[in-house]
T-cell receptor
Framework: GQNIDQPTEMTATEGAIVQINCTYQTSGFNGLFWYQQHAGEAPTFLSYNVLDGLEEKGRFSSFLSRSKGYSYLLLKELQMKDSASYLCAVSSPTTTSSALEPERGNQAGTALIFGKGTTLSVSS | ETGVTQSPTHLIKTRGQQVTLRCSSQSGHNTVSWYQQALGQGPQFIFQYYREEENGRGNFPPRFSGLQFPNYSSELNVNALELDDSALYLC???????????????FGNGTRLTVT
């Protein structure tokens, strides 16, 4: 089965550091994404990890441990505009049915399996 | 660089009706995926298109169908609408290299569908 768990809600104050954890159990793994989604808007890409370790990008960092099925997103120097939902997503391979179209073979694509998201509220 | 655009932004339909949602991919992208996001939930994968063919499908019934056109734009069609189909429908485009993603998924702002 596919299961991605992250906390439902978190609160923090401006200037602080917050860590949002994500654990996953999926049938395939092509990498792990973090997206930010403000209310009523599209998810926007934050980070991508495919190998173990830390990826740093400005105020945001993301960590991955494939053996533990674990990732976290670290947000530093929090600002009010960071109040949003943070979505953890595992990239998992898909396949087409090749039974009727053997000449196409298994043209595998990729799907993002999302957690329910963590709503972060930043207060002054 | 033009981002992913979706139309319409909002739609109200009656149970049993059919709906078509549209998406224009980001320039340079060759793959389009559709996701359904219920309130307070993460997006759920519906299907993905590459080279105008469906190359992956989530756990959605056949009344959810799609198309990808030569210009990489796409449609999502839903027949026999049910109340539970009320959700935000997100289109995402990316660059697929045949065996791996060449870019993260870029999402449009979505179409808010309400079924009454």
């Amino acid at each position: 089965g596919q299961n991605i768990d992250q906390p439902t809600e978190m609160t923090a104050t401006e200037g602080a550091i917050v860590q949002i954890n994500c654990t996953y159990q999926t049938s395939g793994f092509n990498g792990l994404f973090w997206y930010q989604q403000h209310a009523g808007e599209a998810p926007t890409f934050l980070s991508y990890n495919v190998l173990d370790g830390l990826e740093e990008k400005g105020r945001f960092s993301s960590f991955l441990s494939r053996s533990k099925g674990y990732s976290y997103l670290l947000l530093k120097e929090l600002q009010m505009k960071d109040s949003a939902s943070y979505l953890c997503a595992v990239s998992s391979p898909t396949t087409t049915s090749s039974a009727l179209e053997p000449e196409r073979g298994n043209q595998a694509g990729t799907a993002l399996i999302f957690g329910k998201g963590t709503t972060l509220s930043v207060s002054s | 660089e033009t981002g992913v655009t979706q139309s319409p932004t909002h739609l109200i339909k009656t149970r049993g009706q059919q709906v078509t949602l549209r998406c224009s991919s980001q320039s340079g992208h060759n793959t389009v995926s559709w996701y359904q996001q219920a309130l307070g939930q993460g997006p759920q994968f519906i299907f993905q298109y590459y080279r105008e063919e469906e190359n992956g499908r989530g756990n959605f019934p056949p009344r959810f169908s799609g198309l990808q056109f030569p210009n990489y734009s796409s449609e999502l069609n839903v027949n026999a609408l049910e109340l539970d189909d009320s959700a935000l429908y997100l289109c995402a485009s990316s660059l697929w290299l045949g065996s791996a993603l060449g870019s993260p998924l870029h999402f449009g702002n979505g179409t808010r569908l309400t079924v009454t």
